[in-house]
């Protein structure tokens, strides 16, 4: 049986997101049942979280409304983790690069985000490919087919919708008509990227 092997790195990660936003990353990881801790370092809180197998610290700077993930360098090895924390960095405006390793002998990808928008993705796989984001926002995935990990885009898209969904639900019972009408455009716009790039599966 061949053996699955995982790994990416993230580098010089600043994003800015609310408590809110937080919290619904916070319930993204117990539904994986993973186990999440707590630790105060001055102005800094480390989110402790455990999958079980290994511990990965992420730091959050605390500011009156608001929390600024700030990361140097960090290494995690939970495919789940990553798109988690690539979800936050698209939807809240987040710089920083992303490096994945697949395979022992697999391709390496290389993605620089700026304000939430992936400005490049680099491939080597022996060769080396760029691919450029064209239009400021998220890649057209049909114009450059496999290239751009289909599987793992089609994952981060899923966990968007999630969270949309609970956001909706949120929305909802607090009866703010601008708040749903604004998650239900969102989700519009999920879904058919999802059917979109599932095609490319």
């Known amino acids: 049986m061949s053996y699955y092997y995982y790994e990416a790195e993230f580098n010089n990660l600043h994003v800015e997101l609310s408590k809110h936003a937080l919290h619904q990353f916070i319930k993204k990881m117990m539904n994986e049942n993973f186990s999440l801790f707590w630790r105060y370092e001055d102005d800094t809180i480390l989110l402790i979280i455990d999958n079980h197998e290994t511990l990965y610290e992420i730091p959050f700077v605390r500011n009156n409304d608001f929390l600024t993930l ?25 710089n920083g690069v992303v490096k994945k390793f697949t395979g022992t002998g697999g391709p390496q990808y290389i993605t620089s985000y700026k304000t939430g928008s992936i400005q490049s993705i680099i491939e080597i796989d022996g060769s080396e490919k760029i691919i450029m984001n064209r239009n ?3 890649v057209e995935y049909r114009e450059y087919g496999h290239n751009l990990e289909p599987q793992t885009v089609y994952n981060i898209t899923k966990m968007e919708i999630d969270y949309e969904l609970m956001e909706l639900h949120e929305a909802i019972q607090e009866n703010d008509e601008q ?6 455009k969102r989700l519009r716009k999920l879904l058919n990227r999802k059917e979109e790039v599932s095609q490319l599966l």
């Open 179 to 184: 708040k749903i009408k604004s998650h239900k």
């Open 136 to 138: 400021g926002s998220i």
């Open 70 to 94: 700030d990361v140097e360098f960090l290494t995690v090895y939970d495919e789940i983790i990553v798109e988690a924390l690539e979800v936050i960095i698209s939807r809240f405006y987040g």
